[in-house]
């Protein structure tokens, strides 16, 4: 079982950069494809971006591509979404979650989800 703590959030305005990280515990961390997702307000959760369990491989949602990059330190056992050029309807909680499925991106294929962190993007 992994747990994973999302930080990293906060208020940036249009055109600014965050970068959120996702520590994980647990020893299958290294083993495991990881996903960022996140949800606005009356939305349903939204797939952003995933990465496979080497770093060696992505993938994201096409409306984040070229603005978001995900990426991982196995030895620090950590996730991260550095995410630039942001606009106010990236604005959401963010979560992280371990990907049971390659290239899914739906949430039933996702398990273990942290908090989630909020990011806030001015106009």
């Known amino acids: 079982q992994v747990q994973l703590v999302e930080s990293g959030g906060g208020l940036v305005q249009a055109g600014g950069s965050l970068r959120l990280s996702c520590a994980a515990s647990g020893r299958t961390f290294s083993y495991s494809a990881m996903g960022w997702f996140r949800q606005a307000p009356g939305k349903e959760r939204e797939f952003v971006a995933a990465v496979s369990w080497s770093g060696s491989s992505t993938y994201y949602v096409d409306s984040v591509k070229g603005r978001f990059t995900i990426s991982r330190d196995n030895a620090k056992s950590t996730v991260y979404l550095q995410m630039n050029n942001l606009k106010p309807e990236d604005t959401a909680v963010y979560y992280c979650?371990?990907?049971?499925?390659?290239?899914?991106?739906?949430?039933?294929?996702?398990?273990?989800w942290g908090q989630g962190t909020q990011v806030t993007v001015s106009s």
């Open positions: 979650a371990v990907c049971r499925r390659w290239r899914a991106t739906d949430s039933s294929d996702f398990d273990s």
